[in-house]
């Protein structure tokens, strides 16, 4: 910054050439096509990701398989799936779910009243 006014004299121009103005409108194009790229990367990734958490891991995939063969042979069938991981059992109640295969959750935030 000036510490003083400015005269006209210390005002100047650059006129640009019109390879100047390709080139910076290239520059410009390159940055636009650089960050679309970034941006549909980070999009895949995002999606393959999403992809990764909805695949059902092979023994819920069996465990599924299972009881609709089941289901579809005796439809009073019951079963009892048990295990010491809540979040495996969050996985397996909406596969089940999902699946349409009626669920009745028991753990301990269950009321025995």
Do not use: H, W
Not at 27 to 44: F, I
């Amino acid at each position: 910054m000036p510490r003083g006014k400015l005269s006209k004299g210390d005002v100047f121009s650059v006129e640009q050439t019109r390879e100047d103005q390709q080139n910076l409108a290239r520059n410009a194009s390159d940055e636009d096509e650089d960050g679309e790229r970034q941006t549909d990367r980070v999009q895949a990734e995002e999606e393959e990701r999403e992809e990764e958490e909805q695949r059902l891991s092979p023994k819920i995939e069996a465990l599924l398989v299972d009881e609709q063969e089941a289901q579809q042979a005796d439809k009073t069938v019951k079963s009892v799936v048990s295990s010491t991981f809540l979040s495996c059992l969050d996985e397996i109640e909406s596969a089940m779910i999902a699946a349409g295969i009626p669920v009745f959750r028991i753990d301990g935030t269950t009321s025995i009243l």
